[in-house]
């Protein structure tokens, strides 16, 4: 990443153990064995291996790495009871070297070439993993129904009874693909037909008692044109000199005498970003909204420069939201937010969180409306939803509405009402759905509500949250826990790959010596068309070496369901692993070196990579 910019489960009573071993975790006591991962079935007796599909040739390469793997990373991250912690936070940190590395090399799972021009079918995203539960019930729209095989299937995946390749094939799988096919592309114009232009994010966080522990989790999902690219950019704290200009997306402001260290995940083409975090805490992600105020084509600060700023200049939620709407009155919003030539613009509204308190930001030009949060939950979702529990305000907007006819300036005053526009264009409209949805969605999991329920809600596509269309999708998604405990380090996931219903949550925490991780930096260019006038007049390739090859392996994965199905699998069972470390962390179970700290990302990504090779 550049800097760019306690004992074991006891057996019955009286029991005898079995003879010890040392222990992995390098305690040189002795550790009780753990038992060897069950083989995995032969090729004929594994589900979905029907009479009529015709076996194909055995694949001369090694065996990929399935359940066998994942249950030994499980091993080495088991509770010994010699130790009292885990086996080696040496572990998940060396774990994953160690154990990942060797049954992922030297035989990759996937090969190929990406496609040119950063382009992949459009159906490809049509499909998803199956629903996994989460502590406390799962998260799944009350509208999700679950086909009869248990997934979708990939939309050109040919499964027919005369081992062919061609849509359609013969036998009762082949049937079963083509309607299956026909279900998907019925989903997915009906889908583009709701979406019939830019639309969507969705932002969300908890609060006790809405958590499962004392701590603030916050999440979020940035849909972004389908082909824009989402990097992970870590930039450290720095202090600046008077008289110091910082250069944003479109325009030049004044520079802070101190700066924090934040970490972005950011499209790679501008300076600020949809969403991150900062080393004091503070979470910041924002949303497009349309309002009675007109938007403008002037360039001015994007909504997401705003975020990059607050995340920087903010050591508290209240912090951050003084710093965003102090520049908004003085210097506005505007300027194109997509790299393309035709502009498009809109304003603002933010979700901002720290340890112990969340804000709700939302803004019509530069007049705004804020809103505490101190407990419970709340979601944001591409349109103005401040009523009446206004708990700060530009000190003009209501002479503002009331200048425009908006508001008689009797009784009570709701921001939304006021502002939000009479006739909604259809991507608010549908905001609203995934607004109710959300909401819904943080009710039902109310009082238990952990890093895992967010990454759930965001990947729940029948909900809309987690979007799939021709012109937009899910580009990045974000997860942050945040203790109320200032002992307790802040930990953030980020995908840094699109669609997290396919993607992995990656750990990240902030502390000294931070390990690069170059594989989720998009390139530099020194003509590049976003910071030419006129702009955007052409394109260049920002693909990150992780989403080059994640999107490789989406494309693979329509050609051989069963390997995708094993790989993604997988690719979950790493996840889990990391949360279960971080859990243990955050419970003040393991106490790692901050070296080990400091590579985390690094490793997460690069054990993500092997696979993708």
């Known amino acids: 990443m550049e800097q760019r910019e306690a004992a074991a489960p006891g057996g019955e009573a009286g029991a005898r153990p079995p003879p010890a071993e040392t222990c992995r975790a390098g305690c040189g006591v002795g550790?009780?064995?753990?038992?060897?991962?069950?083989?995995?079935?032969?090729?004929?007796?594994?589900p979905g291996a029907g009479r009529n599909r015709q076996r194909r040739p055995r694949d001369p390469r090694p065996t990929p790495p399935g359940p066998g793997a994942a249950e030994e990373l499980r091993g080495e991250q088991e509770r010994g009871p010699c130790c009292g912690r885990l086996r080696g936070w040496g572990s998940f940190c060396t774990g994953i070297k160690r154990v990942f590395p060797r049954i992922g090399s030297p035989a990759p799972f996937f090969e190929g070439d990406v496609r040119e021009g950063g382009g992949?079918?459009?159906?490809?995203?049509?499909?998803?993993?199956?629903?996994?539960?989460?502590?406390?019930?799962?998260?799944?729209?009350?509208?999700?129904?679950?086909?009869?095989?248990?997934?979708?299937?990939?939309?050109s995946a040919a499964w027919d009874g005369a081992g062919g390749d061609e849509?359609?094939?013969?036998?009762?799988?082949?049937?079963?693909?083509?309607?299956?096919?026909?279900q998907v592309r019925g989903r997915r114009v009906r889908m583009a037909g709701h979406?019939?232009?830019?639309?969507?994010?969705?932002?969300?966080?908890?609060?006790?008692?809405?958590?499962?522990?004392?701590?603030?989790?916050?999440?979020?999902?940035?849909?972004?044109?389908?082909?824009?690219?989402?990097?992970?950019?870590?930039i450290p704290s720095a202090v600046h000199r008077p008289g110091d200009k910082v250069q944003c997306t479109y325009i030049e402001i004044e520079q802070a005498e101190r700066t924090h260290a934040v970490v972005l995940s950011r499209p790679a083409w501008l300076w600020g970003a949809e969403m991150g975090a900062n080393e004091h805490g503070v979470c910041v992600g924002n949303e497009g909204v349309w309002t009675r105020e007109p938007v403008g084509?002037?360039?001015?600060?994007?909504?997401?420069?705003?975020?990059?700023?607050?995340?920087?200049?903010?050591?508290?939620?209240?912090?951050?939201?003084?710093?965003?709407?102090?520049?908004?009155?003085?210097?506005?919003?505007?300027?194109?937010?997509?790299?393309?030539?035709?502009?498009?613009?809109?304003?603002?509204?933010?979700?901002?969180?720290?340890?112990?308190?969340?804000?709700?930001?939302?803004?019509?030009?530069?007049?705004?409306?804020?809103?505490?949060?101190?407990?419970?939950?709340?979601?944001?979702?591409?349109?103005?939803?401040?009523?009446t529990d206004i708990t700060a305000e530009h000190p003009g907007l209501r002479q503002r509405a009331q200048s425009q006819g908006w508001w008689s300036g009797v009784g009570q005053f709701s921001f939304a009402e006021v502002f939000s526009l009479a006739q909604q264009p259809p991507r608010m409209e549908a905001a609203k759905s995934r607004y109710r949805a959300g909401k819904e969605l943080l009710q039902q999991h109310a009082g238990r509500i952990t890093a895992e329920t967010f990454m759930a809600i965001l990947r729940d596509k029948d909900s809309g949250i987690c979007v799939d269309s021709e012109g937009f999708r899910t580009a990045g998604s974000m997860v942050s826990v945040l203790p109320q405990d200032p002992a307790l380090p802040c930990v953030h996931f980020f995908t840094a790959t699109p669609d997290p219903s396919r993607s992995v949550f990656k750990p990240f925490v902030f502390v000294?010596?931070?390990?690069?991780?170059?594989?989720?930096?998009?390139?530099?260019?020194?003509?590049?068309?976003?910071?030419?006038?006129?702009?955007?007049?052409?394109?260049?390739?920002?693909?990150?070496?992780?989403?080059?090859?994640h999107q490789a392996a989406l494309e693979l994965m329509e050609k051989d369901q069963e390997r995708g199905q094993e790989l993604l699998q997988t690719l979950r069972d790493l996840e889990k692993q990391g949360l279960e470390a971080v859990n243990a962390l955050l419970a003040g179970n393991v106490a790692p070196k901050p070296e080990e700290l400091a590579e985390l990302f690094f490793d997460c990504v690069d054990a993500e990579m092997k696979f993708y090779k």
């Open 512 to 549: 000294p010596g931070l390990k690069p991780a170059p594989q989720v930096s998009s390139p530099t260019f020194s003509d590049d068309p976003a910071k030419k006038v006129p702009r955007f007049q052409s394109t260049v390739d920002r693909r990150h070496e992780l989403y080059r090859r």
């Open 297 to 387: 084509e002037g360039e001015a600060l994007l909504g997401m420069d705003l975020v990059r700023l607050g995340l920087e200049r903010g050591g508290s939620a209240r912090e951050a939201l003084e710093v965003i709407t102090a520049l908004l009155e003085q210097h506005g919003q505007g300027g194109s937010c997509k790299e393309e030539p035709i502009p498009f613009v809109y304003h603002n509204t933010f979700l901002l969180a720290d340890r112990h308190e969340a804000w709700v930001l939302e803004t019509a030009g530069r007049y705004w409306a804020a809103q505490r949060i101190q407990e419970g939950s709340r979601n944001i979702s591409n349109q103005l939803s401040i009523g």
């Open 31 to 46: 550790c009780r064995p753990r038992a060897a991962p069950a083989p995995r079935p032969p090729p004929e007796h594994r």
């Open 120 to 155: 992949f079918s459009s159906t490809a995203l049509c499909w998803a993993l199956p629903d996994r539960g989460v502590p406390g019930g799962g998260v799944t729209s009350r509208r999700h129904r679950p086909a009869t095989s248990g997934h979708r299937a990939p939309p």
């Open 167 to 182: 849509e359609g094939g013969t036998g009762r799988r082949g049937e079963e693909t083509a309607r299956r096919q026909r």
């Open 195 to 234: 979406d019939p232009a830019p639309s969507c994010c969705d932002c969300f966080v908890a609060l006790p008692p809405h958590t499962a522990a004392p701590a603030v989790v916050f999440g979020k999902n940035a849909d972004r044109p389908r082909h824009e690219v989402q990097e992970i950019a870590y």
